[in-house]
């Protein structure tokens, strides 16, 4: 599943074949249950494929450039996070990718606290 950014809405990519899970851009979607819900939806359905992926010894990427991220999208993302604390009980290490921009303390902090509440670990990348 790849969604194209727009103005309000992150672009994203979900790649079970490659293992991948990327999310860019700003998220404020006017309507963020109706927008994250498909998403939502295919990591669980990932989460169903843990067994296959155990056994081909795949790791799971997740990648995280936003720049910008509302309370509702915020919420999300935890869920999602718990989603991938899951997938990573099930046995499938999962790689989480933090990256912002240099001065944007906001950002780097949501992953921070996404990162605490999951109890994930997450690598941060600060960028020019």
Same mark, same amino acid.
């Given at each position: =599943?790849? $969604?194209?950014?727009?103005?309000?809405?992150?672009?994203? $990519?979900l790649?079970?074949?490659?293992?991948?899970?990327?999310?860019?851009?700003?998220?404020?979607?006017?309507?963020?249950?109706?927008?994250? #819900?498909?998403?939502? !939806?295919?990591m !669980?359905?990932?989460?169903? @494929?843990c067994?296959?992926?155990?056994? #081909?010894?795949?790791? @799971?990427?997740? &990648?995280?450039?936003? &720049?910008? @991220?509302?309370?509702?999208?915020? !919420? &999300?993302? $935890?869920?999602?996070?718990?989603?991938?604390?899951?997938?990573l009980?099930?046995?499938?290490?999962?790689?989480?990718?933090w990256?912002?921009?240099?001065?944007?303390?906001r950002?780097?902090e949501?992953?921070q606290? $996404?990162?605490?509440l999951?109890? =994930?670990?997450?690598?941060?990348?600060?960028?020019?």
């Open positions: =599943m790849k $969604l194209e950014p727009s103005n309000h809405k992150p672009g994203v $990519l790649d079970a074949e490659n293992n991948l899970l990327q999310f860019w851009g700003a998220s404020f979607p006017e309507d963020a249950i109706a927008f994250f #819900s498909p998403i939502v !939806r295919w !669980r359905e990932f989460c169903n @494929l067994d296959e992926k155990v056994k #081909s010894g795949s790791v @799971l990427n997740a &990648t995280f450039n936003l &720049t910008y @991220l509302n309370s509702a999208s915020h !919420r &999300t993302l $935890l869920e999602i996070f718990n989603i991938l604390k899951l997938i009980e099930k046995g499938v290490p999962v790689k989480i990718d990256h912002y921009e240099k001065n944007d303390v950002i780097l949501s992953g606290e $996404l990162a605490e999951s109890d =994930m670990t997450v690598n941060f990348f600060e960028y020019e």
